[in-house]
């Protein structure tokens, strides 16, 4: 946001203009529009993959085409659905995000590149490691047991997290060396309830299931994908600029 100078010599904010807002709400609009289409397409391919098909929705009351549409959220998604929605989604997010920016150079795409680690870091690492647990606890007598399905959320959320964040802080040092360090805290367990969703679809939790939870990912990895397309750059120039 540009600042301007007031007699006392204080920086406030100069409030955006009309034209400006607008451009903004329209930017961010499509943004939202080119992730859910990212969203849309890995559903599919993933619906196609599990052979389910929501049938023929001619003649149908619109209360019909939405009950079907919905029933086929319903997924038993495993972690290589779980890669694919998440990379849809963000995919999308990045490859909007550098399209609307005038300015093409490395330097110039730096926030975006590195919102993007950060997003993939901390579903990617929590959603690994839990799926791994699962597969080794899977050879073993806990496997099918209650501790069976506790043990990988442990491990993929209270390990996973921090790896995440400490991993995504490695690599955007790379990208920046002004880049700064995130550091894991309490508050981010709670800010990154999405992966915590996540973890638990995968470990199949009882409770995941009665809640329906899977049906919210598409929206959750939506979210991880507008954050990207919309991240602004530093000193708060927006993406238009």
Known sequence: MSMRIQSFGHFVPKKETAPKHKERKEFEAIGALAVGAGVALSLALIQKNKGIKIGDLKGKK????????????????????????????????????????????????????????HAYATFGVPTALTAATIGILGKTKIGNKPLGQIIPIVVGVGAGMPIAHESSNWINEKIDKNSEHREMKLKDYFIHIDDIIAVLILAKVPFARKIQAGRLLPIIYGMLGYEVATKKERKALDLLK
């Open 62 to 117: 619109i209360t019909e085409k939405i009950a079907k549409v919905w029933k086929s959220f319903d997924i038993d998604y495993d972690v290589k659905d779980l890669f694919t929605m998440a990379t849809g989604a963000i995919g999308a997010g990045l490859i909007y995000g550098f399209a609307k920016n005038k300015d093409k150079t490395f330097e110039g795409n730096k926030e975006k590149l590195k919102e993007t680690v």
